[in-house]
């Protein structure tokens, strides 16, 4: 499902409102047809498809992450695959005044990245690289990640979000992140470590164990690779529960 099949993000258009418009065969904008709704939400519409296609050709998706709830943000996803960061971070704590930041790993385009606390993890790094990207992918990210490096390297992380967690549990898919993997049979690099064996082996490098790093970092990047699959799957099922079954009654 792309950007251009949905209609929510329109104000006044909720999914009772698209869904009768894809039930009416409108199911992309260049379908639209205003005499499925009134006149007023017609207008409104039309002009949102001409603002968001400009928006589109520019690659840039927030407007549309802005104005979705965070269980729809998923449907940015397959306009921008390829310059999608998912971002995963490991910390001292769950208190960002005073706990730390120990590394940082993001995935794009095939690549991951870890930045290390003491090292090359700065405020100006962490800005260059979510610059680059036009949507942001975490799991739980929304409430504990983002505002985390933000408190922590006081930056201001302005880039469309997609915190996985919210369309996981669209569909039913409740817990944490490698509880979901496994009941979706995604395979995991270190699965007998946990975010309390993430902390213990900072504190162990700190004392002087680099092995212990190495295990912290490709325990972080597993976390963050992890999540490309992840959203596969979740967008693949949201998109047949959500508008496959819609067009196929039709």
């Known amino acids: 499902m792309r950007i251009e099949n949905s209609f929510i993000p329109v104000r006044g258009v909720g999914e009772t409102t698209e869904r009768r418009l894809w039930e009416h065969g409108i199911t992309h904008w260049d379908e639209f047809d205003g005499r499925v709704v009134g006149e007023t939400l017609a207008d409104r ?3 949102f498809i ?15 992450a802005d104005a979705m709830p965070a269980a729809s943000r998923w449907r940015c996803y397959e ?5 999608t960061c998912f971002l995963d971070i490991e910390t001292t704590g769950l208190d960002a005044s005073c706990n730390d930041v120990t590394t940082v790993s993001l995935h794009q385009g095939g690549e991951t990245k870890t930045f290390v606390q003491g090292r ?6 962490l800005e260059a690289e979510l610059e680059e990207a036009a949507l942001l992918a975490t799991f739980n990210g ?3 990640d983002v505002p985390f490096l933000e408190t922590c390297y006081d ?3 302005t880039t469309p979000h997609v915190d996985l967690m919210y369309p996981c549990k669209r569909l039913g898919l409740d817990g944490g992140l490698k509880a979901i993997e496994r009941e ?3 395979d995991r690099d270190m699965p007998d470590l946990t975010g309390r064996d993430a902390v213990r082996l900072w504190h162990e490098y700190e004392r002087g164990d680099d092995a212990a790093l190495e295990r912290l970092v490709e325990y972080n990047r597993a976390d963050t690779r992890n999540m490309k699959p992840l959203m596969e799957i979740v967008t693949t099922q949201l998109h047949r529960s959500v508008f496959e079954s819609v067009c196929d009654s039709e």
Do not use: A, K, P, Y
Not at 79 to 83: A, D, I, Q
Not at 120 to 125: F, H, P, V, Y
């Open 155 to 157: 930056i201001d992380v």
């Open 184 to 186: 979706l049979g995604i």
């Open 120 to 125: 090359d993890l700065t405020s100006q790094r």
């Open 142 to 144: 929304q409430r504990f």
């Open 50 to 64: 001409d603002d968001g296609r400009r928006h589109l050709e520019r690659g840039d998706v927030s407007v549309f």
């Open 79 to 83: 306009n921008v695959r390829e310059e």
């Open 45 to 47: 519409i039309s002009s």
